[in-house]
T-cell receptor, first 115, second 110 residues
Framework: NAGVTQTPKFQVLKTGQSMTLQCAQDMNHNSMYWYRQDPGMGLRLIYYSASEGTTDKGEVPNGYNVSRLNKREFSLRLESAAPSQTSVYFC??????????????FGSGTQLSVL | QKEVEQDPGPLSVPEGAIVSLNCTYSNSAFQYFMWYRQYSRKGPELLMY????GNKEDGRFTAQVDKSSKYISLFIRDSQPSDSATYLCAMTSGGQNFVFGPGTRLSVLP
């Protein structure tokens, strides 16, 4: 029962480098999300995907792109990393019937440092 | 004013104490309220889930929602060192937008 799986767990980048964070869920959920978590700021939504083939911007989308590869997988790409993107990144999926049982299930996170 | 306010703590209590964690919010459209527990270097895990106003109990945990005051609470009875974690409140009107509080860090001392 893996749930939501994220890779990698840790990453150090230099300013200007690019990378892709991978996320997969095995719960057959339609909706998937990418959040970042910074001290004192809580979880902030970067992008989400309500269903396969659709993506939408969240609260802090600048500097990021996403791809909903299929129902299971939702990746987050940093094209040109900046120190302001140093954060912990969480992928999540939503289970239950929308409007009745909206529950988010999270992966274990990726600790990203941009030097 | 932030949409969801939560005292960041840290909060330290002795083992066995009753813990009260709280959040206030401003958006009256929120209908679904959640508490997540997050251990250090781990992802948040869903602890309690309530719909609209009222109480919900699960073991040592009780979630309370007062929509008229826009105030939610999580009570932990007989707190244990294993309860030491950051507790995040979250809420949604039922769509894709979940709003989180910044979290309260709790330490339960043996």
């Amino acid at each position: 029962n893996a749930g939501v799986t994220q890779t990698p767990k840790f990453q150090v980048l230099k300013t200007g480098q690019s990378m892709t964070l991978q996320c997969a869920q095995d719960m057959n959920h339609n909706s998937m999300y990418w959040y970042r978590q910074d001290p004192g700021m809580g979880l902030r939504l970067i992008y989400y995907s309500a269903s396969e083939g659709t993506t939408d911007k969240g609260e802090v989308p600048n500097g990021y792109n996403v791809s909903r590869l299929n129902k299971r997988e939702f990746s987050l790409r940093l094209e040109s990393a900046a120190p302001s993107q140093t954060s912990v990144y969480f992928c999540a999926s939503m289970g239950g019937d929308r409007g009745l049982m909206s529950k988010l299930f999270f992966g274990s996170g990726t600790q990203l440092s941009v030097l | 004013q932030k949409e969801v306010e939560q005292d960041p703590g840290p909060l330290s209590v002795p083992e066995g104490a009753i813990v009260s964690l709280n959040c206030t919010y401003s958006n009256s459209a929120f209908q679904y309220f959640m508490w997540y527990r997050q251990y250090s270097r781990k992802g948040p895990e869903l602890l309690m889930y309530t719909y609209s106003s009222g109480n919900k109990e699960d073991g040592r945990f009780t979630a309370q929602v007062d929509k008229s005051s826009k105030y939610i609470s999580l009570f932990i009875r007989d707190s244990q060192p294993s309860d030491s974690a950051t507790y995040l409140c979250a809420m949604t009107s039922g769509g894709q937008n979940f709003v989180f509080g910044p979290g309260t860090r709790l330490s339960v001392l043996p």
